[in-house]
């Protein structure tokens, strides 16, 4: 058996639908393109999706849960029993399409010190983009720059971040292990953007390849909100001091400029505090 050049890791709970969709792109776009695995690790569905993967063979290993685990913990285990250089960490319902492997593992290949390498998200039958990279707000709170946006103001190439979402990106494995992988402290949320935060502290970028373009069923998982206050309250705690001495700053220009492009594609987030804390940033950045 040759040895994949990357790993695709799916955590899937329920949502049949959207893993047959998945698979489906994921076998057109990659088919003859490079070597690849896709390891499967079902979270206890209970919806048929267990038979469906039952029926699955090469090139994917699917692993069963007796109980739910949570994303960081099913992405642990597939980091594991990967047998790639890279791991490609894909949510079920992120639909990928056209050329979108190849731009983010060119970033491996012409950066050094690679992290995460995330890509741009639309939403699922919209024209409404969701990601772009992600940015800490004044207030602290990561953003995902691009959201409720027409348009991409990146063209080719990619572009530097302080973190990027998980849902779709591409990761060295070793390095995802050497680093921790996924705190499984954290259940559905913010798993990534610790992991991110952590590799930053060791000296590793991210980066968001412009021409990778996929589509996103934003928070579709059951319950995916459950633990967020719980989730936010163990992220803050653990980066509050890095976020408001470096990231904040580092920010705040790109923060100011998605703010305002936010609220011009969708005047129902408008909120006048964070309005006039925008136009201060766009004022002092002007004057420097």
């Not at 994303?71 to 960490?89: D, M, V």
Request: proline share 3%.
């Amino acid at each position: 058996m040759s040895v994949p050049s990357v790993s695709v890791i799916i955590s899937v709970f329920g949502q049949l639908q959207h893993t047959k969709r998945c698979l489906a792109q994921l076998e057109k776009t990659l088919d003859g393109v490079i070597d690849y695995e896709v390891l499967i690790i079902d979270d206890a569905s209970k919806d048929g999706t267990v038979e469906f993967l039952k029926g699955l063979g090469e090139p994917y290993r699917v692993f069963f849960n007796d109980e739910n685990q949570g994303f960081a913990k099913n992405n642990n285990l597939g980091s594991r029993e990967a047998r790639g250089e890279y791991l490609c960490l894909l949510n079920n319902d992120v639909f990928v399409q056209g050329d979108w492997f190849t731009p983010m593992l060119r970033v491996f290949e012409q950066k050094e010190k690679v992290g995460m390498v995330g890509n741009v998200q639309k939403l699922a039958d919209s024209n409404r983009y969701d990601h772009m990279g992600v940015v800490f707000s004044p207030q602290g709170k990561p953003c995902h720059f691009g959201k409720d946006f027409f348009h991409r103001p990146f063209g080719k190439g990619f572009k530097e971040w302080n973190a990027v979402t998980a849902a779709c990106c591409l990761v060295n494995r070793e390095r995802f292990l050497d680093s921790g992988g996924f705190d499984e402290v954290f259940v559905n949320g913010y798993e990534d953007i610790d992991l991110c935060l952590r590799m930053l502290a060791e000296g590793f970028n991210h980066f968001v390849a412009h021409e990778s373009v996929v589509e996103h069923v934003r928070s579709s998982s059951y319950n995916r909100s459950k633990y967020n206050r719980r989730n936010e309250g163990i992220f803050e705690k653990r980066w509050s001091r890095m976020i408001l001495e470096e990231l904040i700053q580092r920010d705040e220009r790109q923060y100011a400029s998605w703010y305002f492009q936010r609220c011009f594609f969708n005047p129902a987030v408008i909120n006048p505090a964070r309005m006039f804390i925008a136009l201060c940033i766009l004022v002092k950045t002007f004057f420097k």
